[in-house]
């Protein structure tokens, strides 16, 4: 069974860069498909920050592609965010996940993916 | 970007109620959304996925429909437990991918 588990700093200082790590259990990070860092601000919604595919290809927000890289260490079996020049807006719990394939169980038809395994998020506090 | 519009934002229901959320896309997604269910202090959980289909282990008192941009996700008898914030989600442009902004149900 796959597991997630987010580690790193819960407080960064405002211009610095906020480095996160989401260590991965039960499933070799390089056997296939993508992981993902998703972010909630206190008292708001889920936010996509970007993902990173079994192939190396990283996708990000637009509204946070200048300041984001994602990546991953096979040797750790962990994927990383980091996001720079961080603000008081950047305050916000920060979660990994990786999806899982949808098939039509008669027609064998792809039906697409959708984050079906989480870690148990960690917050990030932007303050001096 | 694939914009995805949430309604209502909150809402207050009894339990037994027949509850119903919406969410529009900017844009047709071809039931390329999923449904997610999260509770304070936890990380969502999957509910629904391809707009209609039930994850494992999701009570079937949860139901979802919809096409082109439209999407309703209905709880037919809300229980205690149901009391919770509710996201959808697009993947019809993956790799890149937008939530609704939720919507907070609570006890009336």
């Known amino acids: 069974q796959v597991q997630l588990q987010e580690s790193g700093p819960g407080l960064v200082k405002p211009s610095e860069t906020l480095s996160l790590t989401c260590a991965v259990s039960?499933?070799?990070?390089?056997?296939?498909?993508?992981w993902g860092w998703i972010r909630q601000p206190p008292g708001k919604g889920l936010e996509w920050i970007g993902s990173?595919?079994?192939?190396?290809?990283?996708y990000y927000n637009p509204s946070l592609k200048s300041r984001v890289t994602i990546s991953v260490d096979t040797s750790k079996n962990q994927f990383s965010l980091k996001l720079s020049s961080v603000t008081a807006a950047d305050t916000a719990v920060y979660y990994c996940a990786t999806p899982s394939d949808y098939y039509d169980i008669l027609t064998g038809y792809y039906l697409g993916d959708a984050f079906d395994i989480w870690g148990q998020g960690t917050m990030v506090t932007v303050s001096s | 970007d694939i914009q995805m519009t949430q309604s209502p934002s909150s809402l207050s229901a009894s339990v037994g109620d027949r509850v119903t959320i919406t969410c529009r896309a900017s844009?047709?997604?071809?039931?390329?959304l999923a449904w997610y269910q999260q509770k304070p202090g936890k990380a969502p959980k999957l509910l629904l996925y391809?707009?209609?289909r039930l994850e494992s282990g999701v009570p079937s008192r949860f139901s979802g429909s919809g096409s082109g941009t439209d999407y309703t996700l209905t709880i037919s008898s809300l229980q205690p437990e149901d009391f919770a914030t509710y996201y959808c989600?697009?993947?019809?442009?993956?790799?890149?991918?937008?939530f609704g902004g939720g919507t907070k149900v609570e006890i009336k």
């Open positions: 990173i595919y079994h192939s190396g290809s990283t």
């Open positions: 844009q047709g997604i071809s039931n390329s």
């Open positions: 391809a707009a209609s």
């Open positions: 989600q697009q993947y019809y442009s993956t790799p890149l991918l937008t």
């Open positions: 039960g499933y070799s990070i390089s056997s296939g498909y993508y």
